[in-house]
Nanobody, 122 residues
């Protein structure tokens, strides 16, 4: 059973940066469509960023709330997906998760991992 493993979260001041990483035990997802999600306390999980499969062009799109502040990319050799977040805001505080998705939609295909907590506070 595939289990995503997220890491890289932490406590950062407003305006700071973090790079989150996503690996997965039990699967080689290099080149496949992947996505980052986040869930703040009391809120529903929401899509943050998505990258399509290599065969579909590796196109990326981002939620409006984070666009211009985050980038996602994958390292196929390392079987890892990254989420670089800059100019973080308190509203970015949430648990962040990665998951495999399809090129057509952002419905997660794996069970959720533990996530990695990002806290933006002064």
């Amino acid at each position: 059973q595939v289990q995503p493993v997220e890491s890289g979260g932490g406590l950062v001041q407003p305006g700071g940066s973090l790079r989150l990483s996503c690996a997965a035990t039990g699967s080689i997802f290099a080149g496949q469509a992947m996505a980052w999600f986040r869930q703040a306390p009391g809120k529903q999980r929401e899509l943050v960023a998505r990258i399509t499969s290599i065969t579909s062009g590796g196109n990326v799109n981002y939620a409006y709330s984070v666009k211009s502040r985050v980038t996602t990319a994958r390292d196929n050799a390392e079987n890892t997906v990254y989420l670089q977040m800059n100019n973080l805001e308190p509203e970015d505080t949430a648990a962040y998760y990665c998951n495999r998705v399809s090129d057509c939609n952002s419905v997660p295909r794996w069970h959720w991992g533990q996530g990695t907590q990002v806290t933006v506070s002064s």
